[in-house]
């Protein structure tokens, strides 16, 4: 085992449960948020959304968050039968399911796949878009709550002909960090503690945190091939690039001892 912490740079909410199992494995976690997710400002559209929901063949949410923010707007009422639920990972699988989505109505990447992203979700979702077919992408957006993220599920949406819209369900911020903070960042930066990321925002997040510091002692995890550019790119010196399961994560942060 690793005797450096490792630092968990997912919002607050979500790094809870991965200091948690990090820690049950017998490492030395803590959190460290890079990305401070807050309400939209203006709640009308996901409540259109919902009203509209029957216009919609399939929901692609791209995180556990967007279906809990969205979920939040839901009308008791408000029937879910006739429509599919796309999940790229587990975790937004389970967020699903804990929102009273039946399992036979989620389109996920199965639990052993070796990726979790959209791309491995379009392998099993390409089949159900056709022309004039509907899906709506629930995503987070910026501070002024303009859609932020990668657009290329909607792109092979487009590309098929189908039809999709987008709603922005939260707002991902950039955090303000406190000196506990500050002084943890200095020591993942000089290799004292070893990075995790779950996203190439909370990247350039630190990096905007943080300027001037070099980052080629430091260490890191990156949970995709795309974060682990986005850290070489940043100047990590040391990096490993894993699926987002504990087995996988704990494994290529003890490679790092």
Same mark, same amino acid.
Not at 27 to 33: N, R
Not at 61 to 70: D, G, I, K, L, N
Not at 108 to 115: D, N, V
Not at 216 to 231: L, Q
């Given at each position: 085992m690793t005797a450096r912490p490792v630092i968990v740079t997912r919002p607050a909410r979500e790094a809870v449960q991965w200091v948690s199992d990090?820690?049950?494995?017998?490492?030395?976690?803590?959190?460290?948020?890079?990305?401070v997710i807050e309400p939209v400002v203006d709640a009308e559209p996901l409540r259109t959304a919902w009203r509209q929901l029957a216009d919609y063949s399939a929901l692609m949410?791209?995180?556990?968050?967007?279906?809990?923010?969205?979920f939040q707007h839901r009308e008791p009422a408000r029937a879910l039968a006739g429509c599919r639920f796309w999940a790229t990972g587990p975790g937004t699988t389970r967020a699903l399911l804990r929102a009273g989505v039946p399992t036979g109505s989620i389109e996920?990447?199965?639990? &052993? /796949?070796?990726?979790f992203d959209s791309e491995?979700?379009?392998?099993?979702?390409?089949?159900?878009? !056709? =022309?004039?077919?509907?899906?709506l992408i629930v995503r987070g957006g910026d501070e002024a709550g303009r859609p932020t993220g990668r657009d290329w599920l909607a792109n092979e949406i487009d590309a098929a002909?189908?039809?999709?819209?987008?709603?922005?369900?939260?707002?991902?911020?950039?955090?303000?960090?406190?000196?506990?903070?500050?002084?943890?960042?200095?020591d993942g930066a000089e290799g004292r503690a070893i990075w995790l990321?779950?996203?190439? &925002? /909370?990247i350039g997040n630190l990096q905007r945190a943080m300027p001037g510091v070099d980052w080629?002692?430091? !260490? =890191?995890?990156?949970?995709?091939?795309?974060?682990?550019?986005?850290?070489r790119a940043a100047g990590f010196g040391a990096l490993r690039v894993c699926t987002p399961l504990l087995d996988a994560l704990i494994a290529s942060i003890e490679s790092l001892a």
């Open positions: 990090l820690r049950a494995a017998g490492l030395d976690a803590v959190a460290l948020p890079l990305i949410f791209v995180s556990a968050t967007a279906v809990e923010h969205f996920a990447p199965p639990p &052993e /796949a070796t990726r491995a979700l379009w392998e099993r979702v390409q089949a159900q878009v !056709s =022309a004039g077919v509907r899906v002909g189908g039809r999709r819209d987008t709603v922005v369900a939260y707002r991902r911020l950039s955090p303000s960090l406190d000196v506990v903070q500050h002084q943890l960042a200095i990321f779950s996203s190439s &925002e /909370a080629h002692a430091a !260490s =890191a995890v990156a949970t995709h091939a795309r974060i682990g550019e986005a850290a």
